[in-house]
């Protein structure tokens, strides 16, 4: 009896090792460092209290950081959910053109972050940027598309959208895909409508991997950094910096690895939050077979 | 209510794989090989009665599903009309042609509830609400799903599913009801029941059923008229009675019924037919035409021939011996149990239970040869 009670921990014994080793116990340590103040470099590490904590609420750029962080997932993920349904329906025909469509599509996905952020820093560059030479054919002055504090947020968020929206595109198609062809069968028959098989059939059936993939672009748009670091380093005035830039700024420029760290744990919460939320929300409205 | 002539109609898929490169040489003769078409239904000419319940039946793949599909306009036709009603049909898209279908698998909507999977047709029409309601009542009412109205297609048993597959049909009215093997995902017992509910639904409803299963005792049991299928011709079409006791091959003659017809190259059994029956090749007679009979035990068949017992099974109310002789290997139904693996027994037929067919395999009619009774 006791040899079976501990074989099964014996199986997950790695998988638990592993997991404790490289999320655990950094999350531990980041709780840790959040209560004590450190520079990275002195071997002392004095105990704060909630000093770290007090210091980033009471700091005006902080607040700034949070609404810009969810201003910025906010607008991706709708961004993406709003146009990669539609795109998907329309990439889901037959032939050639909408297997290369699909292609061109998703290949943003596989180029690296940083060469696409280069990329579009170039495109988006007020002199001699290609997006202010097409907006000039039209009469129109200027975009200081990175450096106009009003607009560098959407500019990030256009290139993110632009980045991800072939993978989340494809794994609507996916869905699609997988979803019986009877039921539409049966639709023709009961002549119903091309908007009544869209709202009624297609669109529930989409429910899951919407909720999936908006979950995803959540957490991942939350956690921004690269673009950001690229782009716009978190300007212009701080327009754009987001809570993992923050971070990284507090800790790897500041030295500052407590604040850091309570900022840390603010994200952590936060996306604790969201994700509760959504499942909250959202589950009772999602259709699961 | 409308019945249904389909004139000369054929299918051909395009089976085009264009994926193969056609520069390459060596598969040119592969490619065209893959990119020929295959005809599925080949010139079929039908005429279903108004109000009849006419089932479609054949081995998988016999185009039964296709030609219900082109019916129902979920197929293009390639050639041939079909008409329901005064109405061609063949560019008419599947809503408009008033039909209701039942798929194998329900095709339910998954994310509807009951009520919305039988409304579902009647809001597309826009139908007014009150009407709406009572009708969903009155159908839910039949096929007794009123418990069930919001309840969701997935939390449903699979009789239950079936039946909202049934009201959403009869929900419609239309004017031709088609059954693709509608009760093939249920279990025996539920099958069973099913099949004489939906015979009962035939008889109130009085509108025409077009019933594809490739099973033959629901064929039996439910058809007004059986349209017997084989690699998309019709072999024969007939009530269930004249299929069974008259078929016009040796394929209709071995597709009804279990065990199959006995069919046995003729032998020396031609001897003893007439002279202009020469062409004859086969003869055939049904497992429980034949009686069995020990060796000793004085009887006078026309026909009696030394058999061994080879298998049986016990079926309950009836035995299936597997036994031998001269002619073959053939199956007996009978009643008996008593006959051993290994016994010699005599096969005893009467005369006016064999069938004859010719080299073609088509029947030919030599029944009532007069001929003397011996033992061969
Ligand atoms: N889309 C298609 N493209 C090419 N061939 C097809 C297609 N659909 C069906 N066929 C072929 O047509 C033939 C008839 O198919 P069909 O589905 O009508 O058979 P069936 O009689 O309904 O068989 P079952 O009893 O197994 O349902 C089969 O040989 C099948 O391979
Ligand atoms: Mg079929």
């Known amino acids: ?289 | 209510m409308a019945g249904i002539k389909i004139k000369n109609v054929s299918k051909t898929y395009q089976n085009t794989n264009e994926r193969v490169p056609k520069r390459i040489h060596i598969f040119k003769k592969k490619i065209k090989e893959n990119t020929r078409n295959v005809q599925v239904i080949d010139k079929i000419n039908l005429d279903i009665k108004d109000g009849s319940f006419t089932v479609l039946v054949g081995p998988s793949g016999c185009g039964k599903s296709t030609m219900l599909r082109m019916i129902a306009g979920l197929e293009d036709i390639t050639e041939g009309e079909v008409w329901v009603g005064d109405k061609l049909v063949n560019h008419m898209s599947p809503g408009d042609r008033n039909i209701s279908m039942v798929f194998q698998n329900y095709a339910l909507y998954p994310t509807m509830t009951v009520r919305q999977n039988i409304e579902f047709s009647l809001e597309n029409i826009k139908v007014p609400k009150v009407e709406r309601d009572r009708m969903v009542k009155d159908v839910a009412e039949t096929v007794g799903l009123m418990e069930y109205l919001d309840t969701k297609p997935g939390k449903l048993s699979g009789g239950q599913r079936q039946r909202v597959a049934l009201a959403r049909a009869i929900v419609k009215r239309p004017d031709v009801y088609i059954f693709d093997e509608p009760l093939s995902n249920l279990d025996a017992k539920l099958r069973a029941e099913m099949r004489t509910e939906l015979i009962q639904m035939h008889e109130k409803l009085k509108t025409t059923f077009i019933y594809v299963t490739h099973d033959q005792v629901e064929a039996m049991s439910m058809a007004d008229e059986i349209v017997l299928m084989n690699r998309g011709e019709i072999m024969q079409i007939g009530s269930p009675v004249d299929i069974y006791n008259d078929p016009k091959n040796i394929f209709v003659a071995q597709f009804m019924g279990t065990p199959s017809m006995n069919v046995m190259p003729i032998g020396e059994l031609i001897n003893r037919l007439e002279p202009h029956f020469q062409h004859v090749s086969y003869f055939g007679f049904r497992p429980e035409k034949g009686i069995l009979l020990g060796r000793s035990i004085l009887h006078s068949y026309e026909i009696e021939i030394a058999s061994k017992i080879l298998t049986r099974e016990i079926l309950g109310a009836e035995t299936i011996y597997k036994i031998e002789n001269k002619y073959g290997v053939q199956n007996i139904k009978t009643t008996e149990t008593h006959y051993s693996l290994g016994e010699e027994v005599n096969l005893c037929l009467s005369l006016d239970s064999l069938y004859y067919f010719d080299h073609d395999e088509q029947r030919v009619y030599a029944d009532k040869t007069v001929l003397e009774a011996g033992i061969s």
Do not use: C
């Not at chain 1, 404790?20 to 103040?37: A, R, T």
């Not at chain 1, 994200?267 to 909250?280: P, R, S």
């Open chain 1, 1 to 289: 009896m006791r040899k079976h009670q501990i074989t099964p921990y014996i199986f997950i014994a790695p998988a638990i090792l592993v997991f404790s080793v490289f999320y655990i116990y950094p999350l531990m340590y980041m709780g840790y460092l959040s209560f004590h103040s450190w520079n990275f470099i002195s071997v002392e590490k004095p105990f704060v209290g909630l000093d770290n904590y007090i210091r980033i609420f009471s700091d005006p750029i902080f607040y700034e950081t949070v609404w810009n962080t969810l201003k910025y997932a906010f607008f991706t993920v709708a961004l993406i959910v709003i146009i990669a349904i539609p795109l998907a329906i329309w990439l889901n025909q037959k032939g050639r053109i909408f297997t290369a469509a699909q292609g061109a599509v998703f290949s943003p996905h596989i180029i690296s972050l940083v060469s696409v952020s280069m990329i579009w820093m170039w495109i988006m560059d007020v002199d001699y940027g290609l997006l202010n030479w097409i907006v000039s054919l039209f009469g129109v002055k200027s975009v200081g598309w990175l450096t106009n504090p009003n607009v560098a947020m959407y500019s990030l968020i256009f290139v993110s959208v632009w980045k991800s929206l072939g993978y989340y595109t494809l794994i609507i198609i996916a869905a699609l895909q997988s979803i019986p062809k009877d039921l539409y069968e049966a639709a023709a028959i009961d002549k119903a409508s091309k908007w009544r098989v869209f709202s009624k059939i297609t669109f529930p059936m989409l429910t899951p991997t919407i909720f999936f993939i908006s979950i995803i672009a959540l957490i991942n748009s939350i956690q921004v950094f690269e673009t950001i670091d690229i782009m716009t380093g978190g300007g212009p005035i701080n327009s754009t910096t987001t809570l993992v830039y923050y971070i990284y700024e507090e800790g790897f420029n500041n030295f500052h690895l407590g604040t850091a760290s309570a900022a840390g744990m603010v994200l952590l919460f936060i996306l604790m939050l969201l994700t509760i939320l959504y499942f909250k929300v959202l589950s009772n409205r999602v259709h699961y077979q």
